[in-house]
């Protein structure tokens, strides 16, 4: 067992149906019910504090963990763009919110683009270590773990996310890239998000008129070559 692990508390997982998890807002947080439980995210031990949530694009459910609970919440797709939701990661100021490839969840969520402070490893890593091919979280967690992380479940995973981020938060340090990340690269994925999502608008007609421009000068240079060589 590494120190990394020992590091962690063990978190127990509740993953109910999606249509068992409302979410009700009360006065100092909001009630969410996993399964016939329900248990209350408070603003106030929240702040200064990270949640760490992951999307499933197959599964439409949204999996958060807030820092110090013992276990993670599910939420379907459907609910995060509730009152309730809004209202409370509207509140939640001073709360840094931890996942992996934010574009993906804003794709699906873009409505939590203003939520709070984000900090997405996936970004993170490929800032910090550009020439790898695959930053996907089974390949950012085996770094991490430095050892295979297939078997790794979602809870411990949740679990896992904020060391990962201090981590790589001290690496962009050492390597003087944190404002290359913070204010240049991590505004990028709303954007991007919302082209997915989108699409973005093409001027046919003039990109008819260019290329019919470009295959008149590429025609006329392809005759020059072939005039030089004979």
Not at 61 to 90: D, I, N
Not at 123 to 136: E, H
Not at 158 to 178: M, Q, S, Y
Request: net charge neutral; proline share 5%; aromatic share 10%.
């Amino acid at each position: 067992e590494t120190q990394k692990q020992k590091e962690i508390n063990p978190v127990r997982s509740k993953t109910p149906s999606a249509s068992a998890v409302p979410l009700v807002r009360a006065s100092n947080g909001i009630k969410i019910k996993n399964g016939n439980d329900w248990h209350l995210l408070p603003v106030s031990s929240l702040r200064g504090t990270a949640i760490a949530f992951l999307f499933d694009e197959e599964e439409k459910m949204f999996f958060l963990l807030p820092e110090g609970f013992s276990e993670f919440f599910s939420v379907p797709e459907a609910l995060l763009g509730s009152r309730e939701a809004q209202e409370f990661f509207a509140s939640t100021g001073g709360v840094e919110l931890i996942t992996h490839d934010l574009k993906l969840f804003l794709k699906h969520a873009p409505f939590a683009a203003g939520w709070g402070a984000f900090f997405d490893c996936k970004l993170a890593w490929f800032i910090t270590d550009p020439g790898r091919r695959d930053y996907s979280l089974e390949k950012l967690l085996s770094w991490f773990l430095q050892k295979d992380a297939a078997s790794v479940g979602r809870a411990e995973i949740l679990a896992l996310l904020p060391h990962i981020a201090r981590r790589l938060r001290e690496d962009l340090g050492k390597n003087e890239l944190l404002r290359v990340f913070e204010e240049f690269e991590m505004p990028l994925p709303p954007i991007l998000a919302a082209m997915e999502r989108w699409g973005i608008g093409v001027n046919t007609a003039y990109l008819a008129k260019l290329s019919h421009k470009t295959g008149g000068e590429i025609a006329t240079l392809e005759k020059k070559i072939c005039d030089f060589a004979g």
